[in-house]
């Protein structure tokens, strides 16, 4: 269905075509030069008669507006809400995901753009993305990728105005992953795109590559809310690959409570004795 002309909705509202633009632009001081009835009315109109926004050409006209010598770039938001800003640049998983989504925006034809949001902890999601909106507007990107999030529930909410692709699984779609946590309410569908790794594969792949490099005895190491947030295929790929070597070269997976509590660790390592270790998180070395 054909989104409306602005004039075609200022006819059945009976208003100027500036009201309409007015009502319907991103512009707040613009909004506020209209009556609330008045604005009211032509989004209810609007609504009614099918209008869709285009984020594009409003990106356009903020563009002449701020009179930018150059025409706006196709750009996409890298939401980054960690409190460390270089936490995507760390380590060589972090680093790939985030390389391979610039890679990937610029063979598309656009930019992405990091946007940094800390202490954003504990926000409720529709304030988190409240909070988040103006930014984008301001700064022209009507597309964001959301990856991992730490897990939260901001995933699961509309963004307005944006496309929206999520990397991983928000932990709310988990619900047992741990039951003293708060039990997630009933919005568990998620609404946006999402992409995810294939456990599954990638943790075959590396136990296969480390036993072709020579490694006879390869060890997972895991904590619950990684294995459980992958479906657990992580540790039933290495499971997979282990039942399939001799007696003397299996090593049960080891798996630890919480990401960053090893305990039991030292001990797993002097029976099991492996000469290679699996681990999905850096601090496992430490």
Avoid at 171 to 194: M, S
Wanted: proline share 6%; hydrophobic share 40%; with cysteine.
């Amino acid at each position: 269905m054909k989104s409306p002309s602005q004039r075609a909705i200022a006819k059945k509202a009976n208003v100027s075509l500036a009201s309409v633009s007015f009502a319907l632009g991103s512009n707040q001081s613009n909004q506020e030069k209209l009556s609330k009835a008045t604005r009211d009315r032509i989004l209810k109109t609007a609504a009614e008669m099918g209008y869709q926004s285009n984020p594009l050409i409003s990106t356009w006209m903020a563009g002449l507006r701020s009179g930018r010598a150059s025409p706006p770039k196709a750009t996409l938001g890298w939401i980054n809400d960690y409190p460390d800003r270089d936490w995507w640049n760390s380590g060589p998983y972090n680093r790939t995901l985030r390389e391979s989504a610039i890679e990937r925006a610029r063979e598309l034809g656009y930019t992405l753009e990091d946007i940094w949001l800390p202490d954003m902890a504990g926000v409720a999601p529709e304030a988190y993305v409240s909070k988040c909106i103006p930014i984008l507007r301001e700064r022209g990107i009507s597309g964001v990728l959301l990856p991992h999030l730490d897990y939260a529930a901001r995933a699961e909410v509309e963004w307005p105005d944006c496309a929206v692709v999520v990397i991983g699984k928000p932990e709310r779609l988990h619900p047992h992953l741990h039951e003293t946590r708060q039990q997630p309410d009933a919005r568990q569908t998620l609404i946006h795109h999402q992409v995810n790794s294939d456990f599954f594969h990638n943790a075959a792949l590396a136990y296969r590559s480390l036993a072709t490099a020579g490694y006879r005895r390869v060890g997972l190491t895991i904590s619950l809310d990684h294995d459980m947030a992958s479906g657990l295929l992580i540790s039933s790929a290495v499971e997979t690959e282990t039942r399939l070597m001799a007696p003397d070269r299996q090593v049960p997976v080891f798996r630890h409570k919480t990401p960053l509590e090893f305990e039991g660790l030292d001990a797993w390592i002097r029976k099991c004795r492996p000469d290679a270790i699996l681990a999905v998180q850096a601090e496992t070395r430490k």
